[in-house]
């Protein structure tokens, strides 16, 4: 797997030009330039020549990023901020007992009994038998929610589900730097895939999409057992023409996460879902500000973030908020202020459509 110090060409691309400033989320509100691109890579490169020291302090200021990737579309040099801020944090986690200690204990109780616990509730249906056979990578939130809301959709399409009982998909600990989680994560979803016998794999989540296709593409690459396509369940009702009806009139707007890279298949079907009623946000696809567990200690400057969010939301009037990650889903809701109502876009259209 690769390191920090495989980072080096890469810090070392950075012109300093600023620009990344412009597109910040964190920047906007905090004005500090050691909570953006431009600051971290000065801060990189001065750990590489051994001019400093990780500290708690750089990690602090590596932690606040959102890894919203906003600056890496808008960065002369297209450097991949997300990738080199996990695998500078990789190198605190490294140093430091309690990362692990901490680490562990989210992987146990959050990520295991607690998801666990909640899944208890809604069990997983059976699919119906189609020829086209799809592998359903639920994530977190497929294991507390179940998989009904998939099963019917896809199987309206015409395609037959397979659910295997899989785990995260571990970017929550790649972002924290803990790469040997992240890898265990990366390896369980290949034997479980394998046992499955099955190539073609669907989610409803942006950042588990994201972290699957980085398996094949980056991390995973020399150990995966076989080739595998990802996509997300949106691409496919689009390809099938699959135009859902709602049992009643409903007013949405979406928030487009920051790990979606399908936003037009999305629109489609927002806009082609029979008596859904749906209204684009202003900066419909910027942050909402929360980027999981480590961010709830930064509530000061996410809440600043989150409130644009939701003036935004306010303004379009639509009772409901849809979005397709989970860690969306949850920021949504925390700040929400009881203002409207989250929920993701395929549960919500597979709840609301007409029996
Ligand atoms: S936009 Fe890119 S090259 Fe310019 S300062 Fe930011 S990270 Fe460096
Ligand atoms: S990934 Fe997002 S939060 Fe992080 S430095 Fe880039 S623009 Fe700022």
Same mark, same amino acid.
């Given at each position: 797997?690769?390191?920090?110090?495989?980072?080096?060409?890469? $810090?070392?691309? #950075?012109?300093?030009?600023?620009? #990344?400033?412009?597109?910040?989320?964190?920047?906007?509100?905090?004005?500090?330039?050691?909570?953006?691109? !431009?600051?971290?890579?000065?801060? *990189?490169?001065?750990?590489?020549?051994?001019?400093?020291?990780? +500290?708690?302090?750089?990690?602090? %200021? *590596?932690?606040?990023?959102?890894?919203?990737?906003?600056?890496?579309?808008?960065?002369?040099?297209?450097?991949?901020?997300?990738?080199?801020?996990?695998?500078?944090?990789?190198?605190?986690?490294?140093?430091? @007992?309690?990362?692990?200690?901490?680490?562990?204990?989210?992987?146990?109780? /959050?990520?295991?009994?607690?998801?666990?616990?909640?899944?208890?509730?809604?069990?997983?249906?059976?699919?119906?038998?189609?020829?086209?056979? /799809?592998?359903?990578?639920?994530?977190?939130?497929? !294991?507390?929610?179940?998989?009904?809301?998939?099963?019917?959709?896809?199987?309206? #399409?015409?395609?037959?589900?397979?659910?295997?009982?899989?785990?995260? #998909?571990?970017?929550?600990?790649?972002?924290?730097?803990?790469?040997?989680?992240?890898?265990?994560?990366?390896?369980?979803?290949?034997?479980?895939?394998?046992?499955?016998?099955?190539?073609?794999? /669907?989610?409803?989540?942006?950042?588990?999409?994201?972290?699957?296709? +980085?398996?094949?593409?980056?991390?995973?690459?020399?150990?995966?057992?076989?080739? %595998?396509?990802?996509?997300?369940?949106?691409?496919?009702?689009?390809?099938?023409?699959? @135009?859902?009806?709602?049992? !009643?009139?409903?007013?949405?707007?979406?928030?487009?996460?920051?790990?979606?890279?399908?936003?037009?298949?999305?629109?489609? *079907?927002?806009?082609?879902?029979?008596?859904?009623?749906?209204?684009?946000?202003?900066?419909?696809?910027?942050?909402?500000?929360?980027?999981?567990?480590?961010? $709830?200690?930064?509530?000061?400057?996410?809440?600043?973030?989150?409130?644009?969010?939701?003036?935004?939301?306010?303004?379009?009037?639509?009772?409901?908020?849809?979005?397709?990650?989970?860690?969306?889903?949850?920021? *949504?809701?925390?700040? +929400?202020?009881?203002? %409207?109502?989250?929920?993701?876009?395929?549960?919500?259209?597979?709840?609301?459509?007409?029996?």
């Amino acid at each position: 797997m690769k390191t920090f110090t495989d980072c080096k060409e890469e $810090i070392h691309s #950075c012109s300093k030009c600023g620009l #990344c400033q412009s597109v910040c989320p964190v920047y906007k509100v905090t004005g500090n330039d050691c909570t953006v691109s !431009r600051g971290h890579f000065i801060m *990189l490169r001065g750990l590489l020549n051994g001019e400093l020291k990780m +500290s708690k302090i750089i990690n602090r %200021y *590596l932690d606040l990023c959102l890894k919203c990737s906003a600056c890496t579309k808008f960065c002369p040099s297209g450097i991949d901020v997300v990738d080199i801020v996990a695998l500078a944090k990789s190198e605190y986690f490294k140093l430091h @007992k309690i990362e692990k200690i901490k680490s562990f204990f989210l992987r146990k109780f /959050v990520f295991d009994f607690g998801v666990r616990f909640c899944g208890l509730i809604h069990k997983n249906v059976k699919s119906k038998a189609f020829d086209k056979k /799809v592998v359903y990578f639920g994530g977190c939130s497929g !294991r507390m929610q179940g998989n009904s809301h998939i099963v019917k959709l896809l199987n309206s #399409c015409g395609i037959e589900v397979v659910s295997p009982d899989f785990e995260c #998909c571990g970017i929550p600990f790649f972002v924290r730097g803990d790469m040997k989680s992240f890898q265990q994560y990366m390896e369980s979803f290949f034997a479980k895939l394998k046992e499955t016998g099955v190539t073609d794999v /669907v989610t409803s989540c942006a950042s588990c999409e994201k972290a699957l296709k +980085s398996y094949s593409e980056k991390w995973g690459k020399d150990i995966k057992p076989f080739d %595998y396509t990802v996509k997300n369940i949106y691409e496919y009702m689009r390809e099938n023409g699959l @135009k859902p009806r709602l049992n !009643r009139k409903l007013k949405v707007t979406y928030h487009k996460p920051c790990n979606l890279n399908n936003y037009d298949d999305i629109k489609w *079907l927002l806009n082609n879902t029979y008596n859904l009623e749906y209204t684009e946000m202003q900066n419909y696809d910027s942050c909402c500000g929360f980027n999981g567990i480590s961010k $709830i200690k930064e509530y000061k400057i996410n809440s600043k973030i989150f409130t644009l969010k939701r003036e935004n939301i306010i303004a379009t009037g639509a009772k409901y908020v849809l979005t397709s990650c989970l860690g969306c889903e949850s920021a *949504l809701n925390i700040f +929400s202020l009881g203002k %409207y109502k989250v929920e993701d876009l395929a549960k919500f259209i597979a709840v609301h459509q007409d029996k």
